[in-house]
């Protein structure tokens, strides 16, 4: 088993943002923070692609791409915000996965995440490939 890190010099010290496992890549939970500034972004919908964009790159990272995502699971810690943003909240996901590929997954209503302004996390398995 290998540790995957995106940044690092910015190390989590509680957990690894990846662990690639032969082909399996278990990616933990991803939140909307912008790491170049350390700030959580504004908005459920804002959130959810800022999560998006951390989880893709710890795929980078063990060498992958969006393509090699399989499965997501994502935890929504206000709903009401989720009701009123699910376009845009929506929009966050087909803008990141092109049609030919998109992973499974599940959203998960929670009362609450590490923070009260996370508003999203996404956690995720991705498949990565040996290079040929």
Do not use: W
Not at 96 to 113: E, R, Y
């Amino acid at each position: 088993m290998k540790r995957i890190e995106p940044n690092l010099d910015k190390q989590p010290l509680t957990h690894a943002n990846g662990i690639l496992d032969g082909e399996d890549l278990y990616i933990a939970g991803q939140v909307g923070i912008d790491p170049s500034t350390g700030a959580t972004i504004d908005g459920i919908a804002s959130q959810a692609a800022q999560s998006l964009v951390n989880l893709i790159s710890v795929v980078s990272a063990a060498g992958g791409d969006v393509k090699s995502i399989v499965k997501l699971t994502v935890y929504v810690a206000d709903m009401a915000a989720f009701q009123k943003e699910t376009a845009a909240f929506m929009k966050a996901f087909s803008d990141t996965f092109c049609t030919d590929h998109i992973p499974a997954m599940t959203l998960v209503g929670v009362t609450a995440l590490m923070s009260p302004a996370y508003l999203v996390e996404i956690e995720g398995h991705a498949k990565i490939r040996a290079q040929m």
